[in-house]
């Protein structure tokens, strides 16, 4: 699944995609990671908002589409958690190919569309990232 978060197209396996979703109110509340926006209620469930523009380009998502919820592997336990996305969002197929050595660990490859790359996310370590930030500066390109 191709999106639009922050400033980047990224891609997604779409088969960790639970659902789209509308932008619904966005609960905010003292907490210690920048890179939490707050939570949603989405079907009776609390779940989490990740702030991926601060990753993926530096920048808070000002404005959002909808979330896309996803699976998200924490720990042992297997979690909902929300991107806001600011874009379009379009199912695609291609060549997959292992991320080139320079990449953050949060990619787990490149997709090749046509003419176009896009950097695969691997969630489980995107998640492993906001699990070790807490506060300081985040850049797109690593954790410090």
């Not at 400033?7 to 639970?18: K, Q, T, Y």
Request: charged content about 20%; some cysteine; proline content about 7%.
């Amino acid at each position: 699944m191709l999106l639009q978060v922050g400033g980047r197209r990224v891609a997604l396996p779409a088969g960790l995609v639970a659902e789209l979703a509308p932008p619904v109110r966005l609960h905010a509340f003292p907490h210690t990671s920048k890179l939490i926006a707050g939570v949603i209620v989405r079907r009776g469930r609390i779940v989490p908002v990740y702030e991926a523009g601060l990753v993926l380009g530096g920048r808070r998502s000002s404005s959002q589409r909808f979330y896309l919820i996803a699976r998200w592997q924490i720990g042992d336990a297997g979690e909902l958690g929300a991107i806001p996305v600011n874009g379009e969002c379009e199912l695609a197929t291609g060549e997959m190919r292992p991320p080139a050595m320079d990449r953050p660990a949060y990619v787990a490859g490149t997709l090749a569309v046509g003419e176009d790359s896009f950097d695969v996310l691997n969630l489980d370590s995107f998640a492993a990232l906001y699990a070790s930030t807490t506060g300081g500066s985040v850049s797109a390109e690593s954790p410090s």
